[in-house]
């Protein structure tokens, strides 16, 4: 079965520093890999995707994200973050090609923005 | 650009009630999902629908049925509600021949009292 994996469950960052989030998928096709970020109370929005080619994806608002199969990692980096970012990060895999599979969610990381 | 639409958008029901959410996708979208998501929880895929023909399942319990439409729009019916169906649930859609790509809907709050 598959599975995503975001160790950390809370991150505090300064503002304008540097972030990454960390993300480990087990599956045993080829994954597609996605990161969606959720204010509270609200929806989900797409940040960025992995379905294949260039290992380094860049998304929205400044994040990037860089697939590493040997290590079964998608990590998502942001190089200055802003009070604006603070949000739950989700981590998020579904099978390539699978058509209408639905995604499985890492349990999410609440990053919190220090001024 | 126009983008998943859920209604309603707050609920509240009691126990043993049943309760209709709705799902319009992204136009020329023909995939439907839902999911369900406990406070503090990750998004839990529950069902979707290609084509209004279900198609893959997840952790949907029996008291709940979804079906899609010929205008693409889903409904999802719960019954029976209990305490813990309290949750937001979220739809979300993409098109299948193209993309893998979920956009998701700002969800609607169930509450179960």
């Known amino acids: 079965a598959q599975s995503v994996t975001q160790p950390d469950i809370h991150i505090t960052v300064s503002e304008g520093a540097s972030l990454e989030l960390r993300c480990n998928y087990s599956?045993?096709?080829?994954?597609?890999l996605f990161w969606y970020v959720q204010s509270p109370g609200q929806g989900l929005q797409l940040l960025l995707k992995y379905f294949s080619g260039d290992t380094l994806v860049q998304g929205i608002k400044g994040f990037e994200a860089e697939f590493k199969r040997s290590q079964s990692s998608f990590n998502l980096r942001k190089p200055s973050v802003h009070w604006s970012d603070a949000a739950e990060y989700f981590c998020a895999v579904t099978e390539a090609g699978g058509g209408a599979d639905g995604l499985t969610f890492g349990k999410g990381t609440h990053l919190i923005i220090q001024p | 650009a126009a983008g998943v639409i859920q209604s309603p958008r707050h609920l509240i029901k009691e126990k043993r009630e049943t309760a209709t959410l709705k799902c319009y996708p992204i136009p020329r979208h023909d995939t439907v999902y839902w999911y369900q998501q406990g406070p503090g929880q990750d998004p839990q895929f529950l069902i979707s629908f290609y084509e209004k023909m279900q198609s893959d399942k997840g952790s949907i319990p029996d008291r709940f049925s979804a079906q899609q439409f010929s205008d693409y729009h889903s409904e999802l019916n719960m019954s029976s509600l209990e305490l813990g169906d309290s949750a937001l649930y979220f739809c979300?859609?993409?098109?299948?021949?193209?993309?893998?790509?979920?956009?998701f809907g700002p969800g609607t709050r169930l509450t179960v009292l």
């Open positions: 979300a859609s993409s098109e299948a021949e193209t993309t893998d790509t979920q956009y």
């Open positions: 599956y045993g096709a080829t994954p597609y």
